[in-house]
């Protein structure tokens, strides 16, 4: 039977009075997500109150009056009647289907990833439900062979990539429209936003939107370095290239930088404070192949996520230098030529939040150990290369994952490639439907069944990220 979804959400910290109709909220809580009109419950709040306005980060204002005179460190519930999906049906939903309630953690402000699951609609569209403001954003047709479409807030709104493609970055008026605290627009291009066609749109959240290019160096220009939400100006470590842009979640070790090539061998700062496990660099201003550094490379060595090749030890590599550097080994035009803009994505492995690795194929599988339950995964062979071995994407907004448990997807469908432009099913090198039997955990995933993209049983050795 189909299920609706409603996320719920509890804020904690708050404070409010009888004499007034205004929440305040303390400590890291933060009104991130809520909206006019949500329900509201808890203590001393009358029945059927709602939201009237979201006033600030910490305020909101209700539709009543509270009772029981001033109350502080309370905990509140909010509904959110916008936020539905489904479980076991389709994505045109009968009111009729019944309800279940998601309940969410007390504080979202620090979430790195989500993923929201849509029909086109040919018309300008709000895609929202992920909980903060995305800074990278990735939309693939689920249902056509269009091209993966990347955007994020320092290139800015309709300026695209693909991961499948080495084309240079480039503006399309309709397609995302603009960022949002919830999410994003979509307009009505064709490889955004079909009528009735399928789509995934991933979302990463980094440290908020840069509004002024760096023209001072090692410490940025205002409003060029955006740290969790608000604009840094200290100084950068030093380095032979500083970044035009560069946003940052430290919490969740995520970061976006832009930079200028300078011709020669050099460093790049990324903010995170930790050595990435994963770095991407893709030239913007032109064509070039998308370089990937993972902890699992062998030094000097880099993978391309435009393409199923093993990983290449030539001249183009990136390389983490010390905690707070990616080293850019020479002045290649994929990744430092002089006078030339490049986007560099980072993240670092976090403790229930992400995980970066690598595992062995083996007959029936070997289990990768997370400390977390992952909803998106992204797995490649670089030690060996064939027709099929490209970057296989599952996640558990297309698949069933489950929330618990042991739950074992036989020969899923719902493969995705970031360097294929192929409808979701259709596995690298052919039109078939890949032989892949994916197992969730609790604390990880096993690929049992042999196939070159994510288990063969000669012994081929694979990258991965997950995230929760």
């Known amino acids: 039977m189909p299920l609706k979804l409603q996320v719920r959400k509890t804020l904690g910290d708050a404070a409010y009075a009888n004499a007034s109709r205004v929440v305040t909220f303390s400590g890291s809580t933060v009104t991130t997500g809520l909206a006019p009109a949500m329900p509201v419950t808890g203590t001393g709040i009358p029945a059927a109150t709602t939201i009237t306005t979201v006033d600030s980060s910490t305020t909101i204002t209700l539709s009543a009056n509270p009772t029981g005179g001033t109350l502080t460190g309370q905990s509140l519930i909010f509904e959110d009647p916008t936020r539905i999906t489904h479980l076991g049906g389709s994505d045109v939903l009968d009111n009729t289907d019944t309800m279940l309630t998601l309940a969410t953690g007390a504080d979202i402000g620090h979430k790195l ?38 955007f994020d807030t320092l290139r800015g709104a309709t300026w695209r990539m693909y991961t499948n493609a080495d084309s240079a970055s480039n503006s399309v008026a309709a397609t995302l429209t603009s960022f949002n605290t919830d999410g994003f627009h979509k307009g009505n291009q064709s490889n955004v936003n079909t009528n009735n066609a399928e789509y995934i749109n991933y979302g990463w959240k980094a440290g908020g939107t840069p509004t002024a290019d760096n023209a001072a160096g090692q410490t940025p220009t ?29 919490v969740g070790k995520f970061s976006i930088s832009e930079y200028t090539g300078s011709g020669s061998q050099g460093t790049v700062p990324h903010g995170l404070g930790v050595a990435p496990d994963l770095a991407i660099v893709k030239c913007t201003s032109g064509s070039g192949k998308w370089v990937v550094h993972h902890n699992g490379n062998a030094e000097g060595s880099v993978n391309y996520l435009d393409t199923n090749s093993a990983q290449d030890g030539t001249g183009d590599h990136i390389k983490t230098s010390g905690s707070d550097l990616i080293h850019l080994n020479n002045g290649h035009a994929r990744i430092n030529a002089g006078s030339t803009t490049y986007i560099m994505y980072c993240w670092a492995a976090v403790s229930e939040v992400s995980a970066f690795g690598t595992y062995t194929g083996a ?82 995933f096993k690929f049992t069944e042999p196939n070159d993209e994510t288990n063969s049983h000669a012994g081929w050795t694979y990258m991965y990220a997950a995230f929760a």
């Open 222 to 250: 205002s409003g060029s370095k955006m740290i969790d939400g608000s604009i840094s100006v200290a100084a950068y470590v030093a380095a032979g290239i500083y970044p035009k842009k560069q946003t940052v979640n430290t």
């Open 113 to 150: 990833f989500n993923a929201r699951r849509t029909i086109g609609t040919a018309a300008i569209k709000s895609i929202t439900g992920f909980g903060f403001a995305p800074d990278f954003v990735w939309i693939k047709s689920r249902s056509s062979g269009d091209y993966h479409q990347l």
């Open 363 to 444: 007959s029936g599988g070997n289990k990768v150990t997370l400390d977390f339950r992952p909803r998106w995964i992204m797995t490649k062979s670089f030690s060996n290369s064939s027709g099929y071995t490209s970057w296989a994407i599952y996640d558990a907004f297309r698949s069933n994952f489950g929330t618990s448990g042991t739950v074992t997807l036989t020969t899923p469908t719902e493969v995705i490639y970031a360097d294929q432009e192929k409808i979701e099913g259709q596995r690298a090198g052919a039109t078939s439907a890949p032989s892949a039997s994916l197992t969730i955990y609790d604390d990880g």
